[in-house]
């Protein structure tokens, strides 16, 4: 008996903000590390809105290329760009969506079919097997996460270390009022 191969669930990928599905990764096209982004080919009718204004990237991975920006459908929250003009090595991103890690939260759907369906005595143990380029996708999703993670913590970091020092300076400047009042 054939048994043909399982491909492998979808990665589904959610707003952030309001946790509305706009995309999966059956129309995947390539991760982009250095600028914390997945690019896919598609997405469901209505889960974006895409801005008429073209703006230009002055600097990064980016540089020179021009884009339209595209927010979440539900919540308006900016959740990645539409490259029109590209530099060289960025060439497969244009016109696709390019969704910023840091604006998705992502889940994958049926991690636990497995479980739930055994697998007949006879199958074909080839299709324990993911494919190899799923693989790469999974741990081109997973990279791009965790750098957008990275750069959200180092974010969070300066930013406590701003608020400490303001506290301090809050802090003279009250000490400082209260002298002035004193001396009046
Ligand atoms: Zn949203």
Redesign the pocket.
């Known amino acids: 008996m054939d048994v043909p191969p399982t491909p492998p669930p979808p990665v589904v990928f959610q ?1 952030a ?2 946790l ?1 599905i706009v995309a999966d990764s059956l129309s995947w096209v390539r991760a982009t590390p250095e600028l914390r982004t997945f690019t896919l080919a598609a997405a469901p009718a209505g889960t974006i809105l895409v801005s008429d204004d073209l703006s230009t990237s002055h600097d990064g991975h980016d540089l020179g290329s021009t884009y339209a920006s595209f927010a ?1 459908a ?2 308006n ?1 900016p959740l990645g760009r539409i490259y029109r003009t590209t530099p060289r090595h960025l060439d497969d991103l244009r016109d696709y969506l390019t969704f910023d890690a840091g604006a998705l939260k992502n889940y994958q759907v049926g991690a636990d079919e497995a479980a739930r369906d055994p697998l007949p005595e006879d199958a074909d143990l080839e299709i324990l097997k993911p494919e190899p380029g799923a693989i790469a996708q999974r741990l081109a999703i997973m990279e791009t996460v965790i750098m957008a993670m990275h750069d959200e913590i180092e974010t969070l970091k300066a930013a406590m270390h701003a608020s400490s020092i303001d506290d301090k300076e809050d802090t003279l400047g009250v000490q400082h009022t209260v002298n002035h009042r004193k001396r009046q």
């Open positions: 707003c903000s309001c509305l979440c539900s919540c929250t």
